[in-house]
């Protein structure tokens, strides 16, 4: 049995490590597979055969849509350039000349967080927010003089934080604790909006502790090197109301008329199509449409070979008994809960795929304690996305490629946002549940 526990952290390890050094998901998770079923004297036929590639499977018929039309929606936001003027009015609307320097530094991680978390919101992955407001976040930290290795924290506090995790948001992290638990989009109403208020103070707050002390010791914005790129200001963009108002239709589709989520993001593309299309460059939506599906599908098949990775763990007895051992563990539900969901999702290196493989574990065993679903709902979301932004998370390397800073440079402030931060508005979200089940 020991040698079965060893073997599935190792699986974890090796396929952690071949991604972090840039191979393809794919074939880091048949890498990591193959160690599982070898030192868990499986059959590696079988454990290919029977379990990865139907994990996949499982959840490619179950999440394709969602992930296909969410990239659509994205490549629209991209190719008109409504991504780029929700981020450039939200900028100009709080940055004023008359902040001193610190409540400029804040208000400037206020505002590329708020951005961020709004994209995401409407529907956009994080991936493509990274590109559109990266010349926008450049520009903001030229401004206020904050030293560049910051910039990454700053983009991704929105995007993998608790636009995730609000009530009502189409994403992931959202939907699949609502199709397992068959909860509502707006489970936990309450608790996730204040729990998203506590986690935006505490990104701003610790994240310009850090600047600060990187100021102190002499860091600085270097705009002959930083500046590697600008904001295209002379593109024809579609106004604000019409950037936000593909937004406004995702919500009520999906939260106040109850539209499955893949019906919602695909007539929301639809919409977004006709409501822009003469924004989109040479009016082509050919090559827009052929863009989003290549993401769409590049992004579930990257979640997919996860699962059909972890498929492949969970089929081993040492897996159950690591499992056992944390059911069992002798300590509230509610913080129970959060370390089991967390846990997954840190071996998993995603929020999504973590929750997918740990709820249906874990809640049933955390409900029979008594704690309602809404409140396993809201609680799993925001603990979700405490430990899924190690190194080796796809969003992360790619995030820190793009806007040209070395992870080592950059995840320090990334671990602090994404880590620290989330994990006081979890515990807070979890408070409220416990103390104030009425709220839920």
């Given at each position: 049995?020991?040698?079965?526990?060893?073997?599935c952290?190792?699986g974890?390890?090796?396929?952690?490590?071949?991604?972090?050094?840039?191979?393809?998901i794919?074939?880091a998770?048949?890498a990591?597979?193959?160690?599982v079923?070898l030192?868990?004297s499986?059959?590696?036929?079988?454990?290919?055969?029977?379990?990865?590639?139907?994990?996949?499977?499982?959840?490619?018929?179950?999440?394709?849509?969602?992930?296909?039309?969410?990239?659509l929606?994205?490549?629209?936001?991209?190719?008109?350039g409504?991504g780029l003027?929700?981020?450039?009015?939200?900028?100009?609307?709080?940055?004023?000349?008359?902040?001193t320097?610190?409540?400029?530094?804040?208000?400037?991680?206020f505002?590329l967080i708020?951005?961020?978390?709004?994209?995401?919101?409407?529907g956009?992955?994080?991936?493509l927010?990274v590109?559109?407001?990266?010349?926008?976040?450049?520009?903001?930290?030229r401004?206020?003089?904050i030293?560049?290795?910051y910039?990454?924290?700053?983009?991704?506090?929105?995007?993998?934080?608790?636009?995730?995790d609000?009530p009502?948001?189409?994403?992931?992290?959202?939907?699949?604790?609502?199709?397992?638990l068959?909860?509502?989009?707006?489970?936990?109403?309450?608790?996730?909006?204040?729990?998203?208020?506590?986690?935006?103070?505490a990104m701003?707050?610790?994240?310009?502790l850090v600047?600060?002390?990187?100021?102190?010791r002499?860091?600085?914005?270097?705009?002959?090197?930083?500046?590697?790129?600008?904001?295209d200001?002379?593109?024809?963009?579609?106004h604000?109301?019409?950037?936000?108002l593909?937004?406004a239709?995702?919500?009520?589709l999906?939260?106040?008329l109850?539209?499955?989520?893949?019906?919602?993001?695909?007539?929301?593309?639809?919409?977004s199509?006709?409501?822009?299309?003469?924004?989109?460059?040479?009016?082509?939506?050919?090559?827009?449409?052929?863009?989003?599906i290549?993401?769409g599908?590049?992004?579930t098949i990257s979640?997919?070979?996860?699962?059909?990775?972890?498929?492949?763990?969970?089929?081993?007895?040492a897996?159950?008994?690591?499992?056992?051992?944390?059911?069992?563990?002798?300590?509230?539900p509610y913080?129970?809960?959060?370390?089991?969901v967390?846990f997954?999702?840190?071996l998993?290196?995603?929020?999504?795929?973590?929750?997918a493989?740990?709820?249906?574990i874990?809640?049933?065993v955390i409900k029979?304690a008594g704690?309602?679903?809404?409140a396993?709902?809201?609680?799993?979301s925001?603990?979700?996305?405490?430990?899924?932004?190690m190194?080796?998370?796809?969003?992360?390397?790619?995030?820190?490629?793009?806007?040209?800073?070395?992870?080592?440079?950059?995840?320090?402030?990334?671990?602090?946002?994404s880590?620290i931060?989330?994990?006081?508005?979890?515990?807070?979200?979890?408070?409220?549940?416990?103390?104030?089940?009425?709220?839920?």
């Open positions: 049995m020991t040698l079965g526990i060893i073997g952290l190792l974890f390890i090796v396929m952690g490590v071949l991604t972090y050094r840039g191979w393809h794919a074939i998770s048949i990591g597979a193959l160690i079923a030192l868990n499986m059959s590696v036929t079988n454990a290919y055969l029977e379990g990865y590639l139907p994990g996949m499977g499982g959840f490619l018929s179950t999440y394709f849509g969602q992930f296909l039309f969410g990239a929606l994205a490549e629209i936001y991209s190719a008109t409504a003027t929700v981020a450039l009015g939200i900028s100009r609307f709080f940055i004023r000349d008359s902040l320097e610190s409540q400029k530094r804040r208000m400037v991680l505002v708020i951005i961020s978390a709004a994209l995401e919101f409407a956009v992955g994080a991936s927010i590109m559109v407001i990266y010349p926008v976040a450049l520009s903001l930290f401004l206020a003089d030293p560049k290795r910039i990454v924290a700053a983009i991704l506090g929105g995007c993998l934080g608790f636009a995730n609000l009502g948001s189409p994403q992931p992290g959202n939907t699949i604790p609502m199709k397992i068959e909860t509502s989009s707006t489970a936990g109403l309450v608790p996730g909006i204040i729990g998203a208020v506590v986690e935006i103070i701003v707050l610790l994240l310009s600047i600060n002390r990187g100021i102190k002499g860091e600085r914005f270097h705009p002959e090197v930083d500046m590697d790129r600008a904001v200001e002379g593109k024809k963009r579609p604000m109301w019409k950037a936000l593909p937004v239709v995702l919500f009520v999906f939260n106040i109850k539209w499955d989520i893949n019906i919602s993001l695909a007539a929301t593309c639809t919409f199509v006709m409501l822009l299309y003469r924004y989109f460059p040479g009016r082509d939506i050919k090559s827009m449409a052929g863009r989003g290549a993401q599908v590049t992004a979640i997919c070979a996860v699962i059909g990775f972890s498929t492949v763990v969970q089929n081993t007895a897996f159950q008994s690591i499992v056992d051992s944390l059911v069992h563990l002798d300590m509230n913080v129970l809960l959060i370390v089991c967390s997954m999702c840190m998993c290196g995603g929020s999504a795929t973590g929750q493989i740990a709820l249906p874990i809640s049933p029979a704690v309602s679903a809404e396993v709902h809201r609680i799993s925001f603990a979700g996305a405490i430990l899924d932004t190194p080796y998370a796809g969003t992360v390397v790619m995030a820190h490629a793009y806007a040209k800073v070395r992870i080592s440079d950059g995840y320090p402030a990334v671990f602090v946002i880590v931060a989330t994990a006081i508005s979890t515990f807070t979200v979890t408070a409220i549940c416990a103390l104030f089940p009425a709220l839920v």
